[in-house]
């Protein structure tokens, strides 16, 4: 169980780190290999969302499972990946959050995820939170403890420290 304190600090503000779907990058099943690699390559970044029309996680893409999907097809290079869809080398999302107050859960996702896709009842993309944002929290909450909560060393803890 997450100390109350820290899940109170953590807890200020949860919209402040999630990043909202407006503005996370993602491609759809139907889009080609090749232009799921074009937007990898602009964005930076090594994994984003498969979406559906309607704005339904649907998987994951990354430049990883497209370079192991094109090892599997006898021939295949990187000119031809217009080919073939995101569906083809699409990921299952395995781990996904539909409350991101539910801290204990996100913080355990995050140990192995660089990020947590967040979704509505109906599984309707939110947006994400990432290990980035979660840290700045967690910055914050190091800077503050002490302006909000009055923290004293156990005896135990104190002797320990001081050794
Ligand atoms: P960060 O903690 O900022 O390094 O982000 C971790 C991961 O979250 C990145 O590697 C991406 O896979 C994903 N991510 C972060 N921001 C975005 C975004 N705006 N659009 C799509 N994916 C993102």
Not at 20 to 37: G, I, K, P, R
Not at 41 to 61: A, E, F, H, N, W
Not at 132 to 159: Q, W
């Amino acid at each position: 169980m997450i100390d109350p304190a820290v899940e109170q600090m953590l807890l200020k503000d949860p919209k402040s780190y999630v990043i909202s779907a407006d503005v996370v990058a993602n491609v759809t099943a139907t889009n080609t290999l090749e232009h799921a690699f074009m937007v990898l390559s602009k964005v930076g970044y090594s994994r984003i969302p498969v979406l559906t029309p309607d704005d339904r996680l649907q998987g994951m893409i990354s430049l990883a499972a497209i370079s192991e999907y094109l090892l599997h097809v006898p021939g295949a290079a990187v000119e031809q990946l217009s080919r073939y869809t995101v569906a083809d080398a699409m990921l299952p999302v395995n781990r996904w959050v539909s409350d991101p107050t539910k801290l204990e859960t996100i913080l355990n996702y995050l140990v192995d995820e660089p990020f947590i896709p967040l979704v509505d009842d109906d599984k309707v993309f939110q947006g994400i939170i990432t290990r980035r944002e979660l840290l700045k929290r967690i910055n914050f909450m190091a800077h503050n403890l002490h302006k909000y909560y009055d923290v004293t060393a156990k005896e135990k803890v104190a002797d320990q420290a001081e050794k």
